[in-house]
């Protein structure tokens, strides 16, 4: 990869985590800016062919874990979000991952911190 498409992705992914930030959470926008690149990398991921999982004993493991405990954190943000008195307010009885993350990603620093952390995990399972 030559340094000006890293320089580029680098650009770009900055505009999508200011972007992002920006909005209000909870609304259309947001919605659609976390859409946006996620769709991107679920394409990137599924177009990429998965022979080295099939070859390898330890990986095939590590990827039933990983998806086990994945599931989990899924299966609780659900549980959480369904239980939940009113879904467009935020409960403390029932909370999910946004709820309980709210108080560090409120600032608008931060919150573009979290969304580069966001995207740069996703690029990183992407490019294995």
Do not use: C, N
């Not at 620093?109 to 952390?117: F, N």
């Amino acid at each position: 990869m030559t340094a000006w498409l890293r320089g580029t992705i680098a650009g770009a992914t900055l505009l999508v985590a200011i972007l992002g930030a920006s909005y209000p959470p909870k609304t259309w926008p947001s919605t659609i800016m976390v859409l946006i690149p996620a769709a991107a990398l679920l394409i990137i991921a599924a177009r990429r062919p998965s022979a080295a999982a099939d070859r390898d004993p330890a990986l095939r493991r590590g990827l039933v874990l990983w998806s086990v405990l994945i599931g989990a954190v899924l299966l609780w943000e659900a549980y959480a979000f369904v239980r939940q008195p009113d879904w467009s307010l935020p409960s403390h009885d029932y909370p999910t991952l946004s709820t309980l993350l709210d108080p560090v990603l409120e600032h608008g620093p931060l919150r573009i911190v979290g969304w580069l952390v966001w995207l740069g995990v996703g690029a990183r399972l992407v490019a294995r």
